[in-house]
Each structure stands twice: as C-alpha cells, then as structure tokens.
C-alpha cells in the first residue's frame, strides 16, 4: 500500500521525532532507470550515462565503474531504507520487491514541504 501526502507526511514527521535511526529515501527515474539496467546486467545507454550526471550528480561522466558502484551502494542503501518516496514509474516494484520488500511506501510529495 503507498500512503497518499497527508498520511505519508504524517509517517515521516513521525518517524523524525523517534530516537532510533531512520532512513527515508527515494527512487527517482533516474536512479530507477540505472539499477534496473545494472539488475538485469545490461549496458547503460548513452542517455541514461548523461542523466547520471546531469540529473543525478554521478561522476564521472560516462564511467561504467561510477555507475556499477552507484548501483551496489543505492541498492544496498535502499535494503536498509525504512521509507521509501515514490513516484509511480513503471517497473519499481522489480527493484523493491527485491532489494526492500518491507519498507512502506509514501508518494514523492509527501516528503515535500508545503509552501510557505
């Protein structure tokens, strides 16, 4: 079940004010894009190289190292994630069946501030 932004906001704010150590993370496109293609051991394409970088802050540009060593750390830091925003693309539920199958799911605007 995702929680809709009322009830996913309420999730974190609460979470926030625990003692214990949380971990709220999200899954963009991007990231999403990358560790399915590193899942299924196929080659980045071309684009996906240039949004790691553009997009997403990967460095350096074009390097299949950067990109296998992000997966392994995104992926191992979305197995310990106790939150997790996402945005509804195509295919997540893949990579969250098997790298975090327990984490409870908010929409991405719930982890959004309201504006002023």
Same mark, same amino acid.
Not at 90 to 113: C, K, M, W
């Given at each position: 079940?995702? %929680?809709? @932004? ?9 979470? &926030? $004010?625990?003692?214990? /150590?949380?971990?709220? #993370? ?11 293609? !590193?899942?299924?051991? *196929? @080659? !980045?394409?071309? +684009? *996906?190289? $240039? ?8 460095? /350096? &540009? +074009?390097?299949? &190292?950067?990109?296998? @060593? $992000?997966? @392994?750390? +995104?992926?191992?830091?979305?197995? %310990? ?5 996402? !945005? &509804?693309?195509? *295919? ?6 098997? +790298?975090? /199958?327990?984490?409870? $799911?908010?929409?991405?605007? #719930?982890? *959004?501030?309201?504006?002023?």
């Amino acid at each position: 079940m995702i %929680l809709d @932004e009322t009830e996913g906001n309420k999730l974190i704010r609460d979470a &926030l $004010f625990t003692p214990e /150590p949380m971990m709220i #993370a999200r899954m963009g496109k991007v990231e999403l894009g990358l560790v399915l293609a !590193w899942h299924g051991r *196929q @080659e !980045w394409a071309g +684009y *996906q190289a $240039f949004e790691a970088s553009n997009n997403a802050g990967i460095f /350096p &540009l +074009y390097s299949k &190292l950067a990109l296998t @060593e $992000f997966c @392994e750390v +995104y992926t191992h830091s979305l197995s %310990l994630a106790d939150i997790l925003a996402v !945005w &509804l693309n195509g *295919q997540e539920d893949i990579i969250i069946d098997h +790298y975090r /199958p327990s984490v409870a $799911f908010v929409r991405r605007n #719930a982890t *959004q501030l309201p504006p002023h």
